[in-house]
């Protein structure tokens, strides 16, 4: 069974990374991988979405002889990812308290 990651979590992933330091998509996409199962079709719809909200600036930097497009997460998008961890903390009791040990 796959679970699907919900649309807050992904997007509370992507600004916690982002958080810490600026990252081109692909790289991004790359370090959300390492954690969860996302392709790399779903996480640029994700990071319009997210720009399109204020949570995400871009810029572009040169990288051997081509523009790498970078994304920042900006005061509003910290501000979301703190409602995100809030919620998250809550729900992942919830889910704990009813899943238990089961193992």
Do not use: C
Not at 28 to 49: A, C, D, F, G
Not at 51 to 57: A, E, P, V
Not at 67 to 77: F, H, N, S, V
């Amino acid at each position: 069974m796959t679970i699907q990651i919900p649309t807050a979590l992904l997007d509370g992933s992507v600004l916690a990374i982002l958080d810490s330091q600026d990252m081109y998509g692909y790289l991004l996409t790359k370090e959300i991988q390492k954690h969860v199962n996302v392709s790399e079709s779903t996480m640029y719809p994700v990071l319009r979405r997210l720009q399109k909200n204020g949570d995400l600036i871009t810029y572009d930097e040169a990288f051997e002889g081509r523009m790498r497009r970078y994304y920042q997460i900006t005061p509003l998008g910290q501000k979301h990812l703190v409602e995100i961890k809030r919620e998250w903390q809550d729900f992942s009791a919830g889910i704990s308290e009813i899943l238990g040990g089961a193992a």
